[in-house]
């Protein structure tokens, strides 16, 4: 078990090193040179000159390199030009509020796909099962935003009940003071991670119906009350850790639509409007964030399975 | 005469081969057969070697057959390829019916539905019914692409990977876990914040981005299909690495390699319009449905709604028709593996 978690972990941080290297590339696949895209197109060859040996780009690709993977390993993601920031201040300052919209977004689509997924596998082929497969296809087939779309169009614009932008100031505390306005963002993203879960959660149940231990139970005597929470709810559990884990991404990328349909003060937002404006160091930073959640995710995935469920067994 | 595999064989041929192979995929030989790719092993172990390759020809063509049955079979894969075909129609030869302009802009702006314009005008003048057909016309055609050059991307990768095994293998892989911890919509943001993407560079970063889930999926398969006594009798017989790659790991992916290009289709009509919405991606006036959206969103407010809800309505249709296909497929081929 240690030797598997340890041959996991390096294996993560090779897959991280390899993002960083991509990510290098692409900051130097910019057309014309860093320095141009930062201090604009009318500089002098001095000026860019200057500049390259402040920030030493005058020096060799591999040094370059080293010296970007230094900084990263020390925390530091970039410096905004264009807002005079450093792009760990950005983060760090919008995170609270990631924290809240895709912490609540997750928590609530976990409480009802769960329960949704067993009673679609109890009930397989009934009536409730076709409804929530429906629901969840067509979910899962819509663009994200327009699902949000819809959300606005009939609860702000139609009812007028909720607004139809997130809280518009800035912090954590000014973000929980309008509650109202957080209900939008949150039910979209909550929907779209729902489907996402649904499907899964709905054959993962089926399987664990399908084993002995089941069939023990049953045998004992054991209502069908007690057999789906003290069994199949419990052992049903085990792959939501995983699929929580393996999912980080695509929630980090409805949650980038969300907040830019909501015009949500977070991480997602910060990076839309820097890839907009052409503020590179927030877009490679924020990318380079977003890998490394990513990459943890899946590896908490792995090792929670693996400490979880007392049947896999690696070496 | 009455008994004999070597006698058909010698006498005329690849051509007695030819009902064995397709019974094979028929439900009766079903039962008889342990696994299509025993079943493999079986004609390549028993035609000699210079038979093989007609053998393996009749193979690919039933595993072409197996897969048009699926359709068959399947009323929701059925249902799908409805769908697409009546979207296709009406994107590349309902234009040709309905004539509009949708390079040159007029006055006649955001107009309701009326005979003249039966969906409207959008902001630009545009005619709605007609820039639908022509932004499913790129949707689709970036989906088809997309789904068509990844695949044979991942699935050369794929192979190539789980043939050489070991080492090789390990880097390979390595570097699809690399590029897959990026979510493809920052990575395409990244790129896209670049360069400004004109049709054949959307597909090809697209494909670049895609090419990923295939590759992973080949790999895995060409894995266990590598070790089977097929490959190893046309080993034997002095089959060459190519051969078996070409002639025997791929067809047999074959199933896989369906169902998830019928995804990847899906997946890219999403994702571009995604894209659009967010402003990455065909530059005007070009139409796309995601850009239909993004552009009938600043009218909610006014209720014209037929600048947002018909491009939505469509990109979800064609989604669903394209994810049934899918499923629909992945259905039927597990069955029939199950059956087997």
Redesign the interface.
């Given at each position: 078990m240690i030797s598997y978690i340890i041959r996991r972990v390096g294996q993560a941080i090779i897959v991280l090193v390899g993002v960083t290297i991509i990510v290098f590339i692409l900051q130097h696949l910019l057309p014309g040179s860093i320095a141009r895209a930062i201090i604009g197109p009318r500089a002098s060859a001095l000026q860019i000159a200057a500049f390259n040996r402040q920030y030493g780009l005058d020096r060799s690709l591999p040094i370059q390199y080293l010296s970007f993977l230094n900084q990263l390993i020390h925390g530091n993601l970039g410096y905004s030009f264009k807002q005079n920031m450093s792009v760990d201040a950005i983060v760090a300052h919008d995170l609270p509020n990631d924290l809240l919209l895709v912490g609540a977004s997750l928590v609530l689509a976990l409480v009802i796909a769960i329960p949704v997924g067993i009673i679609q596998a109890v009930k397989r082929n009934g009536m409730v099962d076709y409804v929530a497969t429906g629901i969840s296809f067509v979910l899962y087939s819509m663009p994200s935003y327009l699902l949000g779309l819809l959300l606005i169009a009939f609860f702000a614009v139609d009812l007028r009940y909720l607004p139809a932008e997130a809280p518009q100031q800035p912090t954590i505390t000014g973000v929980l003071s309008d509650p109202a306005g957080l209900v939008l963002p949150i039910a979209t993203l909550t929907l779209i991670t729902c489907a996402l879960f649904s499907r899964y959660m709905r054959s993962s149940a089926i399987d664990s119906l399908a084993q002995d231990y089941i069939r023990t139970a049953r045998a004992k005597g054991l209502g069908q009350v007690a057999i789906l929470f003290r069994h199949l709810l419990r052992n049903s559990l085990i792959p939501v850790v995983t699929l929580v884990g393996i999912s980080l991404p695509g929630i980090l990328t409805f949650g980038l639509i969300v907040e830019q349909l909501f015009n949500f003060p977070g991480i997602g937002l910060a990076y839309f409007n820097a890839a907009v404006d052409g503020d590179y160091p927030v877009v490679f930073g924020v990318t380079v964030l977003v890998a490394l959640v990513t990459v943890l995710g899946n590896l908490f995935a792995d090792v929670a399975y693996a400490i979880l469920d007392p049947r896999v067994r690696y070496d | 005469m009455t008994d004999g595999v070597p006698e058909q064989v010698g006498a005329s041929g690849a051509v007695p081969l030819t009902p064995r192979a397709d019974s094979a995929v028929g439900d009766n030989a079903a039962a008889t057969t342990p696994s299509g790719a025993l079943l493999d092993g079986e004609q390549a172990a028993r035609a000699p070697a210079a038979l093989g390759g007609r053998g393996d020809a009749v193979r690919q063509d039933a595993s072409w057959r197996m897969i048009a049955r699926a359709f068959v079979d399947n009323k929701l894969a059925l249902a799908g390829l409805i769908m697409v075909v009546v979207v296709a129609l009406f994107c590349f030869v309902g234009p040709l019916f309905w004539h509009t302009n949708q390079v040159n802009t007029t006055f006649l702006v955001n107009k309701p539905p009326s005979a003249a314009h039966p969906l409207g005008t959008d902001d630009l003048g545009y005619d709605v019914l007609g820039r639908l057909m022509a932004g499913g016309q790129s949707s689709l055609e970036v989906g088809l692409a997309v789904a068509v050059v990844a695949t044979a991307f991942g699935v050369l990768y794929g192979v190539l990977s789980g043939f050489a095994g070991g080492f090789t293998d390990v880097v390979m892989m390595?570097?699809v876990?690399?590029?897959?911890?990026?979510?493809?919509?920052?990575?395409f943001?990244?790129?896209?914040?670049?360069?400004k993407p004109t049709l054949w560079l959307l597909i090809l970063v697209l494909s670049l981005l895609s090419w990923l889930g295939p590759a992973r999926l080949v790999r895995g398969e060409t894995l266990s299909l590598r070790v089977r006594e097929f490959v190893e009798a046309v080993r034997t017989m002095g089959g060459r690495s190519g051969r078996i790659i070409v002639r025997h790991l791929v067809p047999n992916t074959m199933g896989t390699i369906a169902v998830n290009a019928t995804f990847q289709v899906?997946d890219a009509i999403?994702t571009l319009?995604?894209l659009s919405?967010?402003?990455?991606s065909l530059p005007p006036p070009t139409a796309t449905w995601?850009g239909m959206?993004e552009n009938g969103?600043n009218f909610?407010?006014d209720g014209y709604w037929w600048e947002?809800y018909p491009a939505?309505v469509l990109?979800?249709l064609t989604?669903?028709a394209f994810?049934f296909i899918g499923d629909g497929l992945r259905d039927s081929l597990d069955v029939r593996l199950q059956r087997r």
């Open positions: - | 390595r570097f876990d690399i590029v897959l911890a990026i979510p493809v919509v920052y990575l943001i990244d790129l896209a914040s670049e360069f899906a999403l319009a995604v919405y967010l402003g990455f995601g959206l969103v909610l407010y947002i939505g990109i979800v989604v669903v994810n």
